[in-house]
């Protein structure tokens, strides 16, 4: 009797050694604060499909990749410029052929649905009940810097610049207008939700292409499970899911 519990004591413990040795099957994305809504309801049907549970950290492109750049233990980046994930790969911190653009992303202007102010096009940002603009900051969000050169290129970004109010990212940037705290601003319209704000697309002639990309981070110990996400997210029902957040999907995916 001593010996069968002595037997089974060894079983269990083995066992109990064996699932603590075995990595989580749970995925850390970093990813730029545009892809809030898609990749929420994207990481919903991957959980379905495939198990692996997916917790996001959104922020702005530029200080995702420097938390990558000072260890953040993520599996996987999705920018939201392609120049950080290429920064990246230079530096050896991603899985070079994971690489791949997702996405073009879009701009807009928005203003709040309940006020009455009009701003239909870049130049109604001059006007003097437009007092504040909000825009996420150019210097690390990529769409902070596409609304600084669509701003540039129709010849009003020193006009503007005393209004102008800088987001941490670009979720940030709409709350100042969902707050009422800016008149006007320019956003992503994959956050744009129907009755919340007015929004006007711009131009994409005006800036430079939002090319959005991701990749594997190479200290990832979930490098299969991060293949599957962005395979899952370039097959047609990630895709579908982008485009109804208002994704342009690069021809050829």
């Not at 203003?111 to 102010?117: E, F, G, V, Y």
């Not at 969000?141 to 540039?152: D, F, H, T, V, W």
Request: with cysteine; net charge neutral; proline share 4%.
């Amino acid at each position: 009797m001593r010996t069968l519990l002595l037997t089974v004591i060894c079983v269990l413990i083995t066992a109990c050694s064996r699932v603590e040795q075995e990595p989580s099957q749970e995925l850390k994305i970093a990813a730029a604060s545009d892809l809030t809504l898609a990749f929420h309801e994207i990481g919903q049907q991957f959980e379905k499909q495939t198990g692996t549970k997916v917790t996001f950290i959104f922020g702005s492109t530029g200080q995702l990749a420097e938390q990558i750049k000072n260890g953040a233990p993520f599996d996987v980046f999705a920018a939201a410029n392609v120049q950080y994930v290429d920064e990246l790969n230079d530096k050896g911190l991603i899985v070079p052929d994971t690489r791949q653009i997702y996405a073009l992303g879009r701009i807009g202007i928005a203003t709040k649905a309940d006020n009455p102010l009009v701003v239909q096009t870049l130049e109604d940002l001059l006007k003097p009940e437009v007092k504040k603009i909000a825009i996420a900051n150019p210097n690390h969000a990529p769409y902070g810097l596409a609304a600084k050169q669509a701003l540039e290129k129709a010849g009003i970004w020193e006009k503007v610049k005393n209004k102008l109010v800088y987001g941490k990212n670009i979720s940030d940037t709409f709350a100042y207008i969902e707050s009422g705290n800016a008149e006007a601003g320019i956003i992503a319209l994959s956050l744009v939700k129907k009755g919340e704000v007015r929004f006007q697309l711009i131009d994409d002639a005006m800036h430079e292409p939002i090319q959005q990309a991701i990749a594997v981070i190479k200290k990832t110990k979930h490098e299969k499970q991060a293949q599957e996400f962005i395979q899952f997210l370039n097959r047609s029902a990630g895709q579908q899911i982008m485009k109804k957040y208002g994704f342009v999907i690069p021809e050829g995916k």
